[in-house]
């Protein structure tokens, strides 16, 4: 069974900086499948962060283009999320998530990220 730990969430002003990991376990096939961020704000739905593939292709949201990298270490199972210029709208639980090659979707418990005015 896969499991998916998140870590760096916080309290940051406008502006600022955050790195966010995610530690994948419980499969040897990790490394080959995709793996994303996703985050949700109160009131709102869960939506698409990033999603960065084995090879390295990137598909991210229009709203953090620019701002938010996303990347991964194969070898350790991770995955990050590297958060610039930080917007008080980017406030909300982010999720890690390991999508399987039999299309079954694997979430963290998220880790909250609060960005103030």
């Known amino acids: 069974q896969v499991q998916l730990v998140e870590s760096g969430g916080g309290l940051v002003q406008a502006g600022g900086s955050l790195r966010l990991s995610c530690a994948a376990s419980g499969s040897m096939f990790i490394r080959i499948n995709p793996m994303g961020w996703y985050r949700q704000a109160p009131g709102k739905q869960r939506e698409l962060v990033a999603v960065?593939?084995?090879?390295?292709?990137?598909n991210s949201a229009d709203s953090v283009k620019g701002r938010f990298t996303i990347s991964r270490d194969n070898a350790k199972n991770t995955v990050y999320l590297q958060m610039n210029s930080l917007k008080p709208e980017d406030t909300a639980v982010y999720y890690c998530n390991l999508h399987d090659t039999y299309g079954r979707d694997y979430w963290g418990k998220g880790t909250l990220v609060t960005v103030s005015s």
């Open positions: 960065i593939t084995t090879g390295g292709s990137v």
